[in-house]
C-alpha cells in the first residue's frame, strides 16, 4: 500500500512538472507563421490595390477634364489605358483572395480563442471587402466601356449611364472602406494578445 503511495505521489509530482512546464514553454498566445506571413502579403496587396484604384479615380478625372476641354482623343487614349489598369486590379483582388485564403486555413491554430475570434473576424470582414472591390472594379470598368463609346462615337449618347455607374461605383467604394475599416479594428485588437 505504501510503495502505490509513492508510485501515486511521484506520478502526481511528475504529472504537476510536466503541466507547470509545458504552461511555462508553450506560449499562451500563439499565431502561426503561415498565417502572419499570408496577412503581411495580403497588406501588401490591399495597398496595391488602393494605390491603383486612385490612379483609376485619377484617370477619371483627367478624362472629365478632357471632355470639358473638347479633346476626345486624348480621353479615348486614357480611357483605353484605366480599362487595361482594371483588368490588372482584378488580377491584385485574386492574388489578395489566396492570401485571405491562407489566413483562414491557420484560424484554427491561433491561440487564444478570443484572438482568433477577432482573426476571425478580420478574415470575414476582408472577404467580404474582395467581393465588394470586383464589383467596384466591374462598375468602372463598365463606366470607362461607356466613356469610350462616348469619345469613340461623339452622337451617342449615355442616356444617364454614367451617373448611374458613378453613383454605384461610389457605393461600392463606401463599403469597401465600412469593411477594410472593421478588418483594421480587428487585426488591431488582435495584436494586443501577441
Same mark, same amino acid.
Given at each position: ?75 479615348? +487614349?486614357?480611357?483605353? /489605358? !484605366? ?5 490588372? @486590379? ?5 492574388? &489578395?483572395? =489566396?492570401? #485571405? ?8 491554430? +491561433?491561440?487564444?480563442? /478570443? !484572438? ?5 473576424? @478580420? ?5 467580404? &471587402?474582395? =467581393?465588394? #472591390? ?61
Amino acid at each position: 500500500m505504501a510503495r502505490s503511495l509513492k508510485i501515486l505521489i511521484t506520478g502526481s509530482i511528475v504529472g504537476v512538472g510536466v503541466y507547470v512546464a509545458a504552461y511555462l514553454i508553450v506560449p499562451s498566445s500563439f499565431a502561426p507563421p503561415e498565417f502572419l506571413k499570408a496577412r503581411i502579403e495580403g497588406a501588401e496587396l490591399a495597398k496595391t490595390i488602393v494605390d491603383s484604384s486612385d490612379k483609376l479615380l485619377g484617370y477619371l478625372d483627367q478624362i472629365a477634364k478632357y471632355d470639358t476641354e473638347g479633346n476626345t482623343q486624348a480621353a479615348f +487614349i486614357l480611357t483605353g /489605358q !484605366a480599362l487595361a489598369k482594371i483588368h490588372d @486590379a482584378q488580377g491584385e483582388a485574386i492574388k &489578395l483572395s =489566396s492570401r #485571405l485564403e491562407a489566413m483562414a486555413r491557420n484560424l484554427s491554430d +491561433i491561440k487564444p480563442a /478570443q !484572438a482568433r475570434i477577432l482573426a476571425t473576424e @478580420a478574415v470575414s470582414s476582408e472577404v467580404t &471587402l474582395v =467581393s465588394h #472591390l470586383i464589383q467596384y472594379n466591374d462598375y468602372l470598368k463598365q463606366l470607362f466601356e461607356v466613356l469610350r463609346g462616348k469619345f469613340e462615337n461623339p452622337s451617342s449618347h449615355s442616356n444617364g449611364r454614367v451617373k448611374e455607374l458613378v453613383n454605384k461605383v461610389n457605393e461600392e467604394a463606401r463599403a469597401i472602406n465600412d469593411f477594410n475599416r472593421r478588418f483594421n479594428q480587428s487585426l488591431a485588437e488582435f495584436d494586443k494578445f501577441f
